[in-house]
């Protein structure tokens, strides 16, 4: 089966790759030409994946998944949630978005957050939505030099070091992402048999 990411993110496309079966032939928008800069203007998770999902399927013709993600901070009312990836402004940038997050947490006592991931496939005109949920905490200051977004900064539960420390098949089985990606690959197992 081909199916399409619908991500530009090459780091996210190598996650992804890892977990997928090898009966799936994984494809990235760059791989159906799709340039185009599909706008994320839904207010959830659920709704940006869909409309992602949905692009790529009317316009190219291809099974498609697509994602979004969210860290949701408890002490910040579930901020930055769906606004995650552009935090502090426009053009998204990574450092400047854990800059803001780590200032907004400056002297606050709660720093539980959990990574959110909303996934919409769209497979023979019907939508499907899996989600994955990691919960940790954000740390006072950057650890490590691997992962990206808020990796640096985010410790899952039960774990004494960032995300941005671990290997990628073990940031994999326990990530928002993995876990949401897993349910995508359980379904996909059963749809083709």
Avoid at 60 to 81: Q, R, W
Avoid at 123 to 138: A, P, R, S, T, V
């Amino acid at each position: 089966m081909k199916l399409v990411f619908a991500t530009n993110n090459v780091n996210k496309l190598k996650e992804v790759q890892e977990m997928l079966p090898n009966s799936i032939e994984l494809l990235s928008l760059k791989d159906i030409h799709c340039f185009d800069e599909i706008d994320e203007t839904e207010t959830t998770l659920e709704g940006n994946a869909r409309l992602k999902a949905s692009c790529v399927t009317q316009k190219y013709g291809y099974h498609c998944f697509a994602d979004d993600t969210g860290l949701e901070v408890e002490s910040l009312d579930g901020k930055p949630g769906v606004y995650s990836a552009r935090y502090a402004g426009e053009p998204s940038n990574s450092e400047n978005n854990m800059q803001k997050l780590l200032q907004e947490l400056n002297g606050k006592e709660n720093r539980k957050a959990q990574f959110r991931t909303a996934i919409c496939l769209q497979l023979d005109g019907k939508q499907f939505f899996f989600d994955g949920i990691c919960k940790g905490e954000i740390l006072t200051k950057k650890q490590g030099e691997k992962g990206f977004g808020y990796d640096p900064i985010f410790q899952p539960e039960g774990y004494c070091q960032s995300f941005a420390r671990m290997q990628r098949n073990e940031k994999n089985k326990i990530s928002h992402r993995g876990l949401a990606i897993k349910k995508l690959v359980i379904f996909l197992a059963a749809y083709q048999k």
